[in-house]
């Protein structure tokens, strides 16, 4: 399994722990987020012109971003301590080098 979708399936079941009063917060934030790296990237993947790739992948990586954020609040919260989501997390980040490389193609 690609680990953009391991991460999103990851995330759901992580976030399931936080309280439930973050349902309609960080839960559905991170979610959303998560879903959108994944999203996107299957998107960016499909498009033939390099603008448009370099477009989808870069609102995955904001979305990365912004998982990367959710996940350290979690953790400040003491919603979440899972170094395994934190790991997944760095391999979809590996995307930042694809768009890279796309972008100094000729």
Known sequence: MEPTKRFVLNGYS?????PKEELYGLTSQFRRAAVSIAANSAEGNAKKGKADKLRFYNIAQGSLEE??????LAKDLNF???IKLD???EKVSRLNSYARSINDSR
């Not at 998982?67 to 350290?72: G, K, P």
Request: with cysteine.
């Open 14 to 18: 992580i976030s399931t722990k936080f």
């Open 67 to 72: 998982c990367r954020h959710y996940l350290l």
């Open 80 to 82: 979440n301590n899972d």
């Open 87 to 89: 790991d997944l997390l």
